[in-house]
Structures are given as C-alpha cells and as structure tokens.
C-alpha cells in the first residue's frame, strides 16, 4: 500500500466508511469487492506519486473517482436506511436537519411515557439543531426542502415563545382576579367582578402589545436574528401596525369598562 499522510489517511478512511455504509443497505452488490476494487483504483492512480502522498493529490483522484454513493442506487435502500445514512454520511448542513427533525419526532413519540423534562428537553435540542443549519445559510430561500425537516422543532419553539409574550398579561391577570375576587364587595354579582377583571387585563395586554411593538421597533434586527428565519421578510410597518392595535384595545377595554362601571353597577 502506497505510503499516505495523517490527513490523506483520514480522508480516504471517510470514503471508505461512506461507501460501506451505503453498500452495506444493497443485496445487490458485494460489498468486499467494491472495497477492494476501490482501494485498488486508489493505488493505481497514485503510482509514481510522492510518498507519503498528500490530501490534496489523493482527494483529486477521489473526486475523479466520484462519489462514495455512487455504487448503490439509493432507491434500493429503504427510506429509514436512507435516513441514516443521511445523517451518517450527508453533508454537514442535511445532518442538522435530519437530527432536528428526528428530535422533534422522538418528543412526540414519547411524550406520553416520559416526564414533561424529557420532552422539553428533545424539543429544545431540535430546536438548536435546527437554528444551527439556518445559521450556516445566510439566505433562508436556499434551504429548499430542509424547510420541512427543520421548521417544525422552530415553529414549536417560536410558536410557544410567541404566544407566552402575547398572553403574558392575562397570564399574570387572570389568577390575581380569581385570588383577590372576594375583596372587591362593590361589585354585586360574579358576572359583575369578572366583566371588569377581564376589561382591566385586556387593557393590560394591549398596554404591553404597544410595549412589545416599541421594543421591536427599537431592537430592529435583533429580533429578526431572533426568530430567523421567519423574521427575515420584517418590515417596520409592521411593529407599528402592533402599537396601534394594542392601543386601539387598550383605549375600547378600559372605555368598556369605565362605561360599564359607570352605568351598570
């Protein structure tokens, strides 16, 4: 065997760990004797070189030599093969995607058997795993068809995050209402108290939707990177089109309630 650098070494060691592992899914091909005819085109190709022989000479003859994927039709290997392999062998950016979604679908699969922790934790590891491909793709429109393994550990993620901001208010509102509801003996009936408790979070929640629209306003594109790569078409317009919802409700919440404080009670 013809002498090889440490990196020449390594990298012919990864062609041949990528051939074996799509000739090892084929029935129709032996697997030995590819190896071998392999190796032994390798050698011809580098007789006369000098030794040890560099990375850059042996991956010139690879390159010429083509892919290690090419000796197996992947249509012959079943679709979890392929998967694997995928993430085995594939390149960098198609390992992320594949392991996002495989998280993502482990944490519904077993979310029933196991405690809450683990299901937020793969959802969470799915989710990083998909941020970090996108952030090796400076253009979302080149991820292609990695959008429909990456995406949903995002949407999840974003979705949760998002609708936590949005309802924060009445999250926090609602449970102080219920707590504090004997104390307010003005009010004559339940109906009463909670028209009122309800009037006063939605003012609430429109008073932090204009927050929420300045601090995005004022961020500019750290939420963008925040919430790549859905957050890549923002427009200012609308962060302002948020502000003047969340004081259109804050202003109809608070005018209802005062109304109904005034005439009604």
């Avoid at 253009?139 to 995050?161: E, R, T």
């Avoid at 929640?205 to 990177?225: E, H, N, P, S, Y």
Wanted: hydrophobic share 50%.
């Amino acid at each position: 065997m013809i002498a090889l650098s440490e990196s020449a070494r390594r990298s012919l060691d990864d062609y041949l760990r990528q051939a074996r592992a799509y000739l090892r899914g084929s029935k129709s091909v032996d697997a030995g004797e590819v190896e071998q005819n392999i190796t032994e085109h390798i050698e011809n190709e580098l007789q006369g070189a000098t030794e040890p022989v560099s990375c850059d000479v042996l991956d010139a003859v690879l390159d010429r030599l083509g892919s290690p994927r090419q000796w197996v039709s992947e249509e012959e290997l079943p679709w979890w093969h392929r998967i694997i392999l995928r993430l085995r062998s594939g390149p960098e950016d198609w390992r992320l995607a594949y392991m996002s979604f495989g998280l993502f679908v482990a944490a519904l699969v077993i979310a029933p058997a196991t405690p809450p922790l683990v299901f937020v934790v793969l959802i969470l590891a799915g989710f990083l795993a998909s941020r970090a491909a996108i952030s090796q793709t400076p253009d979302s429109n080149q991820l292609k068809a990695q959008k429909w393994l990456l995406y949903p550990s995002l949407i999840g993620v974003y979705g949760f995050v998002l609708v936590g901001l949005f309802t924060l208010p009445l999250m926090l509102l609602i449970p102080l209402a219920e707590e504090y509801e004997r104390h307010f003996s003005r009010l004559q009936n339940d109906l009463d108290y909670w028209f009122t408790a309800f009037s006063v979070a939605f003012a609430a929640m429109g008073a932090w939707w204009g927050i929420l629209a300045l601090a995005t306003l004022i961020l500019g594109k750290r939420v963008v990177v925040l919430f790549r790569p859905f957050a890549d078409a923002y427009k200012a317009k609308w962060a302002l089109l948020l502000l003047v919802i969340g004081l259109g409700l804050m202003i109809l919440s608070m005018g209802t309630c005062i109304l109904f404080y005034k005439y009604f009670i």
